[in-house]
């Protein structure tokens, strides 16, 4: 009988070791469960909870379509002047519209506003550091004195959130120099720093969400705190790509506690508790939710009915 014991110890103790290592989460099942459901027996449905499969193939009708269309926010008119990217050999180069050679890059990948675009720049034949951006201007020439960055995000309420390298430009950047981590401003200038931070969501509503592994905190445009959760769990990178919202019109947000998804007001308080695999807008008036392997669409709650 001991023996039997320490045996299934021992295989509770593996399972449980190859949940960790693979990211699966492991919460008691009747707690959350009782809670989750009475939150989802409270909200307005217009889509049900969907096995996700489901879900992805067949759209889940006119209706979820009727939404997506009415509500998606409308892609900006380019305003650029035409480029082309030339290739020679493992080189690659930008002609700006007057025909004129700019700068070697590896691609072009994004934009930060209507005219101002996001370029990765290679090393050498061998190798091509994805770690170094530089932002162009209209004529396709480096920008913000050719400081070269992490990371860029386009540009909301006037700021972009932006992992910096602190010392040289694009020809000259010293291996040494470290990147500082916060929001520029239309000119380029570190206005916010976020030093410790793993992500942080765009401006919206004058807020920003900034995330660190144990704690999440609220900043408004001035850079200083508003109020701060702490997390329930270590708050890991990768959870947060896939579900990164700010504040909405209704100045409600999606947050992420460490294990699950729910939403706050301005003043932090829980509208949806955190029960939730991930919480995104479709415009203002609805919010799409996964839970347990199922999608649906939801009325924000507080909005029109």
């Given at each position: 009988?001991?023996?039997?014991y320490?045996?299934?110890?021992?295989?509770?103790?593996?399972?449980?070791?190859?949940?960790l290592?693979?990211?699966?989460?492991?919460?008691?099942?009747?707690?959350?469960?009782?809670?989750?459901?009475?939150?989802?027996?409270?909200?307005?449905?217009v889509?049900?909870?969907?096995?996700?499969?489901?879900?992805?193939?067949?759209?889940?009708g006119?209706?979820?379509?009727?939404?997506?269309?009415?509500?998606q926010?409308?892609?900006?008119?380019?305003?650029?002047?035409?480029?082309k990217?030339?290739?020679?050999?493992?080189?690659?180069?930008?002609?700006?519209?007057?025909?004129?050679?700019?700068?070697?890059?590896?691609?072009?990948?994004?934009?930060?506003?209507?005219?101002?675009?996001?370029?990765?720049?290679?090393?050498?034949?061998?190798?091509?550091?994805?770690?170094?951006?530089?932002?162009?201007?209209?004529?396709?020439?480096?920008?913000?004195?050719?400081?070269?960055?992490?990371?860029?995000?386009?540009?909301?309420?006037g700021?972009?959130?932006?992992?910096k390298?602190?010392?040289?430009?694009?020809e000259?950047?010293?291996?040494?120099?470290?990147?500082?981590?916060?929001?520029?401003?239309?000119d380029?200038?570190?206005?916010?720093?976020?030093?410790?931070?793993?992500?942080?969501?765009?401006?919206?509503?004058?807020?920003a969400?900034?995330?660190?592994h144990?704690?999440?905190?609220?900043?408004?445009?001035?850079?200083?705190?508003?109020?701060?959760?702490?997390?329930?769990?270590?708050?890991?990178?990768?959870?947060?790509?896939?579900?990164?919202?700010?504040?909405?019109?209704?100045?409600?947000a999606?947050i992420?506690?460490?294990?699950?998804?729910?939403?706050?007001?301005?003043?932090?308080?829980?509208?949806?508790?955190?029960?939730?695999?991930?919480?995104?807008?479709?415009g203002?008036?609805?919010?799409?939710?996964?839970?347990?392997?199922?999608?649906g669409?939801a009325?924000?709650?507080?909005?029109?009915?």
């Amino acid at each position: 009988m001991k023996k039997k014991y320490v045996s299934l110890c021992l295989i509770g103790a593996i399972v449980a070791g190859l949940c960790l290592n693979l990211g699966i989460r492991m919460y008691p099942a009747a707690k959350i469960g009782v809670e989750a459901e009475k939150i989802i027996n409270d909200l307005q449905w217009v889509v049900p909870l969907t096995d996700e499969n489901r879900y992805q193939k067949k759209n889940l009708g006119e209706k979820y379509e009727r939404i997506r269309i009415d509500e998606q926010i409308r892609p900006r008119e380019l305003k650029a002047e035409p480029y082309k990217i030339v290739k020679d050999g493992w080189i690659r180069y930008i002609v700006n519209g007057k025909g004129e050679r700019t700068i070697d890059i590896h691609d072009i990948y994004d934009q930060i506003d209507d005219y101002r675009h996001v370029a990765m720049l290679p090393i050498d034949e061998n190798q091509e550091d994805w770690d170094r951006i530089v932002v162009l201007g209209r004529d396709y020439q480096p920008i913000f004195g050719g400081a070269v960055f992490r990371e860029v995000r386009p540009y909301s309420e006037g700021l972009s959130y932006c992992i910096k390298y602190r010392y040289g430009d694009y020809e000259h950047l010293s291996i040494c120099s470290k990147p500082e981590k916060g929001f520029m401003d239309e000119d380029g200038k570190l206005v916010i720093k976020t030093p410790g931070c793993i992500d942080t969501s765009d401006f919206s509503q004058g807020r920003a969400i900034v995330y660190t592994h144990d704690k999440v905190y609220i900043i408004g445009r001035d850079g200083n705190e508003i109020f701060s959760m702490k997390a329930r769990a270590v708050i890991r990178h990768d959870l947060l790509m896939q579900c990164m919202e700010g504040f909405n019109e209704h100045g409600t947000a999606p947050i992420y506690d460490g294990k699950n998804w729910g939403l706050i007001d301005r003043n932090g308080n829980w509208i949806i508790k955190p029960v939730f695999g991930g919480i995104w807008w479709i415009g203002t008036e609805f919010i799409e939710i996964s839970y347990l392997y199922k999608r649906g669409i939801a009325r924000f709650p507080g909005g029109e009915k």
